[in-house]
């Protein structure tokens, strides 16, 4: 963590993530990496790194005042959430209703409401990915409010309880209810393990580092398993008793050490890389790179604006447009009000949770 109270890396991690998810998308235009869902694996990554950052500031926020501020932490969600959040909502309602683009009405309104990752039976393309910040949107109302209500050593507990319980819900559902199958991956229940992962590596990691075979294996080349543990698990996701039950574990547990290894040691090669300023600056602004790739990339429209290269280059300007004229301001705000209201020791990182 630096002087400015930003956990290096973490951006830069964001900018991998997000870089999977377009090369995902463009695969189904151009194949190239079709075969391996490196979109499933950047959400993933998303996911786990938001419970780790997330809890990290909650316990932050504790340590520094004694308690959880729920209305200030909803407020901050609003702020960095909503407004590009709705303004990608809005702009693909008016393409619709002016028969530019074709998506069922119903997907505007899970989008709208953030269910999404519960309407997998006739989406469309254009808002589908919604479904994840759907997913995320639940766990901001759920998870700070267990910290408040149990503390953050009973919350660990829950953590590791949703980490064991998630695999059971997906074999479960799978084996039980052939017709909830598409949900798999997606409804909360099935996929809260992920979040979970990160939650859990925020509030053991200080324990963890203080086990001597932890810091030496963290440190050392043997790590490079890790990495490689992650991405064969992902790959046997063609297996869907092992994914849902093992396969889907280990990458959540694999994406966390990553992100403790990154952290720990940001001034490694892998460190330095994420810490580069484009890489960084990628990452500060996956936020509206995800939500902007969606209606451009997307092989099975006929439109010019879905054509590569230009599908690329527009949504690269939309995304650059709702950064700067939407986030970028808003962060501002919500940075001013943090430090109106928070104490010197209190007052949160500037990097964007």
Not at 10 to 31: C, E, F, P, Y
Not at 55 to 71: C, F, K, N, P, V
Not at 242 to 262: M, P, Y
Request: include cysteine; glycine fraction near 6%.
């Amino acid at each position: 963590m630096d002087q400015s109270g930003r956990i290096r890396s973490l951006d830069g991690l964001r900018a991998v993530s997000v870089t999977m998810v377009v090369i995902a998308h463009l695969a189904r235009n151009t194949g190239v990496f079709a075969r391996f869902d490196l979109g499933n694996l950047g959400v993933r990554v998303f996911f786990v790194l938001s419970g780790f950052l997330i809890t990290t500031l909650l316990a932050r926020e504790h340590a520094a005042t004694g308690r959880i501020s729920l209305s200030a932490f909803y407020l901050r969600r609003t702020l960095r959430i909503f407004p590009p959040f709705y303004a990608l909502v809005l702009a693909v309602a008016a393409a619709r209703a002016a028969g530019v683009v074709a998506l069922p009405w119903s997907d505007v309104a899970h989008a709208a409401t953030y269910t999404m990752n519960y309407n997998t039976a006739d989406r469309g393309w254009i808002l589908g990915h919604t479904w994840s910040l759907a997913v995320e949107e639940q766990f901001y109302l759920l998870w700070p409010a267990a910290l408040a209500l149990a503390g953050f050593r009973r919350g660990l507990a829950v953590a590791a309880l949703a980490m064991l319980a998630a695999p059971l819900v997906r074999v479960t559902t799978y084996l039980a209810f052939p017709a909830a199958h598409a949900g798999i991956g997606e409804t909360f229940p099935t996929v809260v393990d992920a979040l979970a992962a990160g939650c859990a590596l925020a509030l053991a990691r200080d324990a963890l580092w203080r086990w001597p075979l932890y810091r030496r294996f963290l440190g050392s080349p043997a790590f490079i398993a890790v990495p490689l543990v992650a991405l064969v698990a992902h790959a046997g996701g063609k297996h869907p008793l092992f994914s849902f039950f093992v396969g889907t574990s280990l990458v959540n547990s694999a994406v966390a050490l990553v992100v403790d290894r990154v952290v720990r040691f940001p001034d490694g090669p892998i460190g330095r890389f994420l810490d580069r300023r484009p890489v960084a600056l990628v990452g500060v602004a996956s936020y509206s790179i995800y939500l902007w790739q969606q209606p451009f990339l997307d092989a099975r429209s006929n439109a010019w604006w879905t054509a590569f290269p230009q599908n690329l280059v527009l949504a690269g300007l939309c995304a650059a447009a709702s950064y700067h004229l939407i986030e970028r301001p808003l962060l501002r705000l919500r940075l001013s009000l943090d430090l109106r209201r928070a104490p010197q020791a209190a007052r949160p990182a500037r990097q964007a949770a």
